[in-house]
């Protein structure tokens, strides 16, 4: 049981170049969440997803997109990178329910020059 | 909506000695609340939540943490830190009506010393 796993844990992207963060759980779980977090700043809502093929947008959606074909994968796309693009990313998934807690992923920390 | 302010953003406490994290929150419905544990370059797991009944929550690592109502605070204590300990720690809020959405505070950062 591998819980959330994330890829790349690291990468630099180039100002208006596109990319693809990869998020897969193995929990079977309904919900997928994506957060960015920013030194003092805590986390921040990006998009979500309560099953497949549904999905809704977070506190900071703009220049990113998600999509949900299937319970384990939910992936970040970046069309345009920008720098205050640079930040870690956490993929998180919860069962469904009000009052579960989240499992998170390791992080991808994305650089945008 | 929710909000969640933690008034330290940085804690240096000694090995051995207590510790208080501080969280308060807003909501104008019944929340759950939770306290995450972040370690250097990992996620974020949980330490505890609060859902309902006894205030004084457990949670692990020795750690616990009292719901106030009345303070709208949840404040996270060990009555004594190890090494192990140093982490950025993270209250979190969410509506009881709500399916979806928890929003997290700024965080600490408790830094223990030998």
């Known amino acids: 049981n591998a819980g959330v796993t994330q890829t790349p844990k690291f990468r630099i992207l180039k100002i208006g170049q596109s990319m693809t963060l990869q998020c897969t759980q193995d929990?079977?779980?309904?919900?997928m969440y994506w957060y960015r977090q920013d030194p003092g700043m805590g986390l921040k809502l990006i998009y979500y997803?309560?099953?497949?093929?549904?999905?809704d947008k977070g506190e900071v959606p703009n220049g990113y997109n998600v999509s949900r074909s299937t319970t384990e994968d939910f992936p970040l796309r970046l069309e345009l990178a920008a720098p205050s693009q640079t930040s870690v990313y956490f993929c998180?998934?919860?069962?469904?329910?009000?009052?579960?807690?989240?499992?998170f992923g390791p992080g991808t920390r994305l650089t945008v020059l | 909506a929710q909000s969640v302010t933690q008034l330290d953003s940085q804690v240096p406490v000694f090995e051995e000695a207590p510790v208080e994290l501080r969280c308060n929150y807003s909501?104008?419905?019944?929340?759950?609340l939770f306290w995450y544990v972040q370690y250097p370059n990992q996620g974020l797991q949980l330490l505890l939540k609060?859902?309902?009944?006894?205030?004084l929550v457990k949670g692990i690592n020795g750690f616990e943490a009292e719901f106030n109502k009345s303070q709208t605070s949840f404040h996270l204590r060990k009555p004594s830190v190890h090494i192990s300990d140093t982490a950025e720690y993270f209250c979190?809020?969410?509506?009881?009506?709500?399916?979806?959405?928890?929003?997290f505070g700024p965080g600490t950062s408790l830094s223990v010393i030998p």
């Open positions: 998180a998934s919860s069962p469904q329910g009000r009052n579960n807690e989240q499992f």
């Open positions: 929990m079977n779980h309904n919900y």
């Open positions: 997803s309560v099953g497949a093929g549904i999905t």
């Open positions: 909501s104008s419905v019944s929340v759950y």
């Open positions: 609060y859902l309902s009944g006894s205030t």
């Open positions: 979190a809020v969410k509506a009881e009506t709500s399916y979806d959405k928890v929003i």
